[in-house]
Each structure stands twice: as structure tokens, then as C-alpha cells.
């Protein structure tokens, strides 16, 4: 099946601190979410890239859709505790004219922030 | 309250003994899917749905049964559960061009 490589695997930074993950795919994609999950809860959605080259900003959160489609990455400003937890992109390929498909899920970046 | 409930939260079990996780939504979604979550692993889909009566193989869909006979449920069925199949499973439902709405999770420990 596709294969989605998210780094780091984990990044331990200081409250204030800015931050940047990415994934990278081997094929390309036509949706790219991030995903944040907190101990003990299911991932909740961050932010839907639906198009190449998509820039979207939700508050401290920005995410691009990479111009070849194969790539994406997720940037927070200003960290601040309730930061933490696990973050998640995934790919979709919608084919047939469907909404929803196969989603393929990178392997996560755990975040730590140090008050 | 819009949710997805997903029973029993927690399920240690033995090798080969049949046994079901229920995944309900209130929200009337078309679309529903099962994932499993392992360290380093991330989270990979099982079965997908994406209406009642339609179910199809997400990435790791051996082991595993679904059936999707109303809009409202779509458990997951282990025939014959194996150690290798023990994790933390999530159900999710959405909308079409609606973000995925997940459960908390169901851990399960096979022995």
C-alpha cells in the first residue's frame, strides 16, 4: 500500500518555541489532513489541505499542500503546552467522484513543550 | 451530542476466542472505518465503509470482519483473534467533504 513518512518521530522543544513537521508520500495524494490525539482520546481533525500548493492557517497552525502532491507540512507558532501530544498527517486519494476513501496515516510526531 | 461511541473500551481476551467491537454514530454520516493504532506504526485502516451495505479493505484488513447493515453501526469482528491483532483500534465516521470524527479508542490485549 502507499507508505506515508512523517518526521521527526518526536521533538522536545521549550513553550515559545515555533515548530515543523512534515510527510512525505510515494505517490501522490488529492487530500492531505493533520491530525493532533491526545492521551487516552481519538485524533482530532487540524486542518484539510484539498488542493497543490494550499497554504491554510487555523490560529497558531499553518499547513501546506505540496505543489507535487506527495508531500506536506504542518507548522506551529508560539508553542505553548496544551501543544502537546501526538500529530498525525494523512493522505487521501479520492477516485470515482467519492468524498472518501483509503486514508493512509503517517507515523506520527509526538510533542513535548517544556514550560 | 455528536459522537462516536465505540464499546468496550478496554478487552483482554485469549487466542482464537471470537469476539466484536461495536462502533455507534449519532450523526447520520454515510462514510465509517475502523483503524488500528501501534507505536511507531501510526494508525492503519482496516475495513472502510462508505454507505450501509458497502464495506471495502483498507491497508491491514486480514483477521478482521465488518458489516455496515445500518447507517448507525459498523463493529468489528475477530473470528479468531491472534497476539499479533492486539493494539488500539479507533472507529471514525464523517459526512462527505466533512472531517472524520473519531471514537476514543478500544484497547485490546489478546494472550
Known amino acids: 500500500g502507499q507508505q506515508l513518512n512523517q518526521s521527526p518521530q518526536s521533538m522536545f522543544i521549550q513553550e515559545g518555541e515555533d515548530v515543523s513537521m512534515n510527510c512525505t508520500s510515494s505517490?501522490?495524494?488529492?487530500?492531505w489532513l493533520w491530525y493532533k490525539q491526545e492521551p487516552g482520546e481519538g485524533p482530532v481533525l487540524l486542518i484539510a489541505?484539498?488542493?497543490?500548493?494550499e497554504l491554510t492557517s487555523n490560529g497558531r497552525l499553518t499547513a501546506q499542500f505540496g505543489i507535487t502532491r506527495k508531500d506536506s507540512f504542518l507548522n506551529i507558532s508560539a508553542s505553548i503546552p496544551s501543544d502537546v501530544g501526538i500529530y498525525f498527517c494523512?493522505?487521501?486519494?479520492?477516485?470515482?467522484?467519492?468524498?472518501?476513501?483509503?486514508?493512509?496515516f503517517g507515523q506520527g510526531t509526538i510533542l513535548t513543550v517544556h514550560p | 451530542e455528536a459522537q462516536v461511541t465505540q464499546n468496550p473500551r478496554y478487552l483482554i481476551t485469549v487466542t482464537g476466542k471470537k469476539l466484536t467491537v461495536t462502533c455507534s454514530q449519532n450523526?447520520?454520516?454515510?462514510?465509517m472505518s475502523w483503524y488500528r493504532q501501534d507505536p511507531g506504526l501510526g494508525l492503519r485502516q482496516i475495513y472502510y465503509?462508505?454507505?450501509?451495505?458497502?464495506?471495502d479493505k483498507g491497508d491491514v484488513p486480514e483477521g478482521y470482519k465488518v458489516s455496515r447493515k445500518e447507517k448507525r453501526n459498523f463493529p468489528l469482528i475477530l473470528e479468531s483473534p491472534s497476539p499479533n491483532q492486539t493494539s488500539l483500534y479507533f472507529c471514525?465516521?464523517?459526512?462527505?467533504?466533512?472531517?472524520?470524527?473519531f471514537g476514543s479508542g478500544t484497547q485490546l490485549s489478546v494472550l
Open positions: 489541505l484539498y488542493k497543490a500548493g
Open positions: 450523526m447520520n454520516h454515510e462514510y
Open positions: 505517490s501522490i495524494f488529492n487530500t
Open positions: 494523512a493522505g487521501q486519494l479520492l477516485t470515482g467522484g467519492t468524498s472518501y476513501g483509503k486514508l493512509t
Open positions: 471514525a465516521s464523517g459526512a462527505r467533504n466533512e472531517k472524520l470524527f
Open positions: 465503509s462508505m454507505n450501509v451495505e458497502v464495506t
